[in-house]
């Protein structure tokens, strides 16, 4: 039973990555997808620009089969080369009768361009482009910041790699560029350099869980819905998807689930999604979060 005060949750879960984004997908996309964008489960990291797109669910794959949980959407969206989603799971998207596109660069940060200009595609405009840097296992604050719906998100991994922001961000006619996270990860020599005298601003925190709650509290500003999607902060690969929920924002919690429901609380959070199985997410982790 529910103890007074006590956040309410329920877990999104599989046994393998790519069986976790199936149900985050069904859970906020129900099995009405018009389009659906496909990651590699074995390093996700494309995963995390599309979701901002807004239009379908990101699901992963194995490389082997395509898994679509049953769904049969209209258009199938492949994210990165070959190396990340192999020939043979174009070809069965292809044999499914679904349109189907790769959204693929030289690199992740072209990979991510690509996806940018699918977004304009999508939306139009955008207002803002979300800058931060390519780690190679994702970057905790793209994955929080995956849930924004105002703007692409462009990564970089190197000075060398920064310098090819700017004409990026002129090409997609954005009004504004903000950095996610502090300078120690996006410098402000880089975030100026890359706006080319555009507006800048930065969503940042002391560590990645105050940098994801300084952007859930930005999202919630233009996204409705009172769930809270609660991932682990170490273990990112199961949250890379979340981002394609449309009813909510995203935290990430410590081992020890300090600070979470406070955070939940000021989100004003009806409750708690957890995504991801014991393994990641221990019982634990989610009992501390769930009740401060």
Known sequence: PAVAGE??????????????????AKHTWGTDWKVVYVASN????????????????????????LNLGGVKPGKI??????????????????????????????DRNATAVSIAK????????????YVT?????????????SVLRDGPILTFTSDASAAALPGVVSEL??????????????????????????????????????TAFTIAKYAKSQKSGSIVYLASGTALKDAMVAGAAKDGV???SPANGEGVKAKADALGASKLMIIGGTGVM??????AATTG
């Open 118 to 129: 699918q977004w304009v595609k999508v939306n139009g405009i955008p207002k803002n482009v």
């Open 77 to 106: 969206v492949l994210l990165g080369g070959v190396g990340a989603v192999p020939q043979v799971i174009e070809d069965q998207a292809k044999a499914s009768g679904a349109e189907v596109v790769r959204l693929a660069g030289a």
């Open 133 to 145: 840097k390519n780690v190679g296992s994702g970057s905790p604050d793209a994955v929080a910041a």
């Open 42 to 65: 074995r390093n996700p990291v494309d995963a995390l620009p599309a979701a901002t797109i807004g239009d379908g669910p990101v699901v992963l794959t194995d490389g082997k089969s």
């Open 7 to 24: 956040l309410g949750h329920e877990r999104l879960a599989g046994p393998s990555g790519v069986e976790t984004s199936l149900a985050v």
């Open 282 to 287: 221990p019982d634990a982790t989610v009992q």
């Open 173 to 210: 006619k954005a009004g504004k560029v903000t950095a996610l996270g502090g300078t120690a990860v996006v410098p402000d020599s880089v975030l100026n350099t890359a706006a080319g005298g555009k507006a800048t601003a930065r969503l940042a925190g002391a560590n990645r869980y105050e």
């Open 250 to 252: 995203i935290l990430l």
